[in-house]
């Protein structure tokens, strides 16, 4: 009977204990391609044509609501529609809430100063104080 004497080194299996994440690498980056291609078809609203007026820009106030009036006399807060005489009602209950709202109004260029000016007093009536007009920066066309 023959001993096999040295130093034979038996190889012992072992599990690979790797991820291979190539696949999970292609599906994310098919997702990102899906949403970067669907994101731009998400954007929903109304084109405003606001007028141009020279004025410096405001700082961000997180209490601030955008009411946007378009050329058919169309209300919006912060993108959801108004029915038509509820306008006050929604105000007051968003001022009994928020004490310090700021409200800015983004008119139609087309839309009639008088309808603005109501839009106005029925923001006043509400109790809001602190009102502001939206424009796009750039030269007006006329000088006063």
Do not use: W
């Not at 929903?44 to 961000?60: C, K």
């Not at 260029?109 to 424009?135: C, D, H, N, P, W």
Request: glycine letters at 6%.
């Amino acid at each position: 009977m023959a001993m096999k004497t040295g130093s034979s080194v038996r190889s012992i299996p072992t599990t690979m204990a790797e991820i291979n994440v190539t696949p999970l690498v292609d599906v994310m980056m098919v997702l990102l391609i899906v949403f970067m291609v669907s994101a731009p078809m998400m954007q929903q609203g109304i084109q405003v044509d606001l007028p141009r007026a020279n004025a410096g820009t405001l700082n961000e106030v997180p209490e601030q609501l955008v009411l946007v009036v378009n050329r058919s006399h169309e209300i919006q807060i912060n993108g959801n529609v108004i029915p038509p005489g509820t306008l006050r009602q929604k105000l007051t209950a968003i001022q009994n809430a928020r004490p310090d709202v700021q409200v800015f109004i983004q008119a139609d260029q087309g839309v009639s100063y008088g309808y603005v000016a109501q839009v106005m007093a029925e923001v006043k009536q509400s109790k809001i104080t602190r009102i502001g007009l939206v424009t796009e920066p750039g030269e007006t066309n006329t000088h006063i």
